[in-house]
Structures are given as C-alpha cells and as structure tokens.
C-alpha cells in the first residue's frame, strides 16, 4: 500500500483535470483548419499542395515554440505560462473568421498555432504534482488531451453547417476563453516545482549528436507527426475519395482521431509493464500492415481468360479502410506513449531536454506531412500516394530499430531472457 505521502493531494488532481481539459482545448483549436479548410479551399480555389500547406501552419508555430515553453515552464511554473499561452490565442482565433485571403489565413495561423505549445507546458506542469510511481499515468492523462482533434470533428462540421465556416473561430475564441479562466480558477501553484533553468535552445539541439536521440525524433515523427498530419487531412479525404458529405466525413475521421489521443495512457501503462522496446516494435510492424494495405489505390484491370476478358476492381471501400485507420489510431496512441518510456528510462537526469527536443521533431513531422501528401496528390493524383509516403517512413523506423535494437537482443545464451513458461 502506497504511503500517505504518496498519495496525490486533491490539488494534484485538481491540476490534472483541468490541464487536460485545457490542452483538450487547445489541440482542437490547433487542429481547426483540418475542418474549416475544405470550405476554404473551395472558396480560395487552392491546390492540395496550399490546402495542405493551410492546415500545417499552425502546426510548425506549436513545434517551434515547444522548447522555450518547457524552460519557461521550468522557471515561471505551469500555471502561469499555460495561463498566458491560452490567453494569448484568443485574438488570433477570433480574427481568422474576418480573414479573406489566402495569406491573412496563414499568418493567422501562425498565432493560433501557439496553441500546440501546450503540451511542453502541461507534461512537466502535471507530472511535479504526483509522486514518482504515479508520473506515468499523469502523463498519460494529460497527453489524452490529443482527443481534441476528435472533439474538433464533431463541433467544428454542425457549426460549418448551421451557420458558416466563420462561426467556428468565433465559438472556438469563446471556448478557449473560458477555458482559460477555469484553467486559472482551479489549478495550483507549487513555488517546490519550480527549477534553476539555465538550459538555452542551443544546448538542446546539441544532444542531436547522440544517435538514440536521433532515432526516437524518427519514431515520434511517425506516431505524433503522422498522427497530426492525418488528422488535419482524414476528412477532405473522405470527402474526395468516398464522395461524403463533410458531417459524415468528419466522424469516420474522428474514428482514428479518438482513438489516437485517449487509449494514450493505456500506452503508457503497456510500456510500463511491458517496456517501450517490445511496444514501440510492435507499433511499428501494425502500422507497416496497416499502411501497406491503406496505400492500395482504387484499381480496375482486366485479365484475360480462357473465356474472354475479365475485369476485376482492387481498393478499399469505406469500411474497410475506417477499420484499417482506427487500428492505426489505436497503434500510433501506444507509440506516443512508448517513446516518452524510452526518453524516461535512458535520459533519467535530462528527460526535459531530450524530450523537448524529440517533442519539436514530431510538431515538424506533423507540420511538414500534409504539405508532402499535397505535393504527392498534386504530382500523381493517387490519393493513397499519402498512405505509400507513410508507408516509407515507417521501414525506415523498423530498419533502424531492427539494427539498434533487436539484432543486439540475446536470444539463445545465458543472457537471453526466460521465457514466460521458465519463469511461471
């Protein structure tokens, strides 16, 4: 039985929830143009590779200011920074409902992606409140937060619908002010958290030198950069590929959004038990079948046979590929968690700075994929082209992992590890 001591107070969980609930907030306002941008790109007459650069936009300002945010967190505490980020969104999402032209919607986006910050505010912020064995599972919850980009696509498509695209700014700056006031009226400040933080921009970029660092940048591009990127483009998707209306594009999309954000701590309780090595492996190999299979393009072709031609037709109807998504969705909330675990166990002394740093690499995978899956649509005009660009990235993860990791793992010999029935 754990200790008094080590019990979280009621102000530990009074921050948890509320910072969830914020971050919930800002990651659906972060995720805004994966909804209003169809209507947008339709109005503006934007290729897919502008339409794909609309909805990253407000990805690459939440990456890049995910480091200074984490030291400030360190210096200033979580309650005030997270207090002023959110705050600071608020003009910037009213505005876009006045913008007109194309490059009014991306500077505008560049402010409304502060929003994307949250999460290096939040993860320290929550984590200092809870005792060590507990950290995980506040982590865990917090990060559960991504589910904003569900909540995204089941309120931005009804107000789209009832009432315009520009009243999805409007309600979304009223909610990100509320937010910030039940943020400040209920969370806490703990003046023992606060750290000496010397730690400058350039001293985290130092640790790209080491190789494993490297390699979890390349694995959290994929299970958070290509959770970000799909999420912005699942519902034009849809939309041209299965011909839906943007209602009912929206919530099949949410089928892999949802997924992808709250099963987050259930990953993060996995890696715990299990370790990130044998979850992150896993992770990787369903979503190498899964993308394989997603990246099938709708095909006809026709064989003859020895009684005439016969035509035939190869591609995913709208089911299978829901199904093929939401198991992505599940696969990618279990990696986000198991690579924070790697981050924990090697870097013990340092976890802020490697995390910072490995936390950037994924905003910028999710920042520079959808401009990649426009570009590819634009040169190609296979939809699934962005399934097979995945699909690559994914090998590179499980060639890298196979000669790091497992092709040093002992098998046979008296460092190998017992099997489950030797230790039962």
Request: proline residues 5%.
């Amino acid at each position: 039985m754990a200790s008094p001591s080590a019990r979280p107070s009621r102000q530990a969980w009074s921050v948890l929830i509320v910072s969830t609930l914020a971050f919930t907030v800002c990651f659906m306002v972060w995720m805004m143009f994966g909804v209003i941008g169809i209507p947008l790109k339709q109005s503006l007459g934007l290729n897919a590779t502008q339409f794909g650069l609309l909805t990253a936009t407000p990805v690459l300002t939440g990456s890049l200011i995910r480091v200074p945010l984490g030291i400030w967190t360190d210096k200033y505490g979580g309650r005030v920074v997270m207090t002023l980020l959110m705050a600071a969104t608020v003009p910037a999402i009213w505005l876009m409902a006045y913008a007109t032209e194309y490059w009014q919607f991306l500077a505008i986006g560049l402010f409304v992606g502060l929003a994307g910050g949250s999460f290096s505010v939040g993860t320290p912020y929550v984590a200092r409140w809870f005792p060590k064995q507990r950290q995980g599972m506040a982590m865990g919850v917090y990060g559960a937060g991504n589910s904003g980009s569900a909540v995204n696509k089941f309120v931005a498509p009804a107000l789209l619908v009832a009432f315009g695209w520009t009243m999805v700014p409007k309600v979304y700056a009223a909610v990100m002010l509320g937010a910030t006031i039940l943020f400040w009226l209920f969370s806490h400040h703990d003046p023992k958290h606060l750290v000496p933080s010397n730690t400058r921009f350039v001293d985290q970029l130092r640790m790209l030198k080491d190789p494993r660092v490297l390699k979890y940048c390349q694995y959290y591009s994929i299970v958070f950069g290509g959770y970000v990127a799909l999420a912005l483009w699942m519902v034009q998707y849809y939309v041209g590929e299965y011909g839906l209306d943007i209602r009912a594009a929206a919530l099949l999309a949410a089928c892999f959004s949802l997924p992808g954000g709250v099963l987050r701590a259930v990953g993060g309780v996995l890696s715990d038990k299990y370790g990130a090595h044998k979850v992150t492996w896993w992770v990787m190999w369903v979503s190498w079948i899964c993308l394989f299979l997603l990246s099938y393009p709708q095909t006809a072709f026709t064989v003859t046979t020895v009684n005439g031609p016969a035509s035939f037709t190869v591609g995913l109807n709208v089911y299978a590929f829901t199904a093929l998504m939401a198991v992505l969705g599940v696969a990618w909330a279990f990696g986000k968690a198991s690579v924070f675990k790697y981050i924990g166990d090697e870097y013990p002394h340092s976890i802020g700075t490697v995390s910072g740093i490995v936390g950037l690499a994924g905003g910028l995978g999710g920042f520079v994929l959808p401009i990649m899956f426009g570009a590819l649509l634009d040169l190609t005009g296979i939809r699934s082209s962005a399934f097979m660009l995945m699909y690559g990235v994914v090998w590179v993860s499980l060639i890298w992992m196979y000669w790091t990791e497992v092709r040093k793992t002992e098998v046979i010999g008296p460092h190998a590890a017992p099997s489950p029935l030797v230790r039962a």
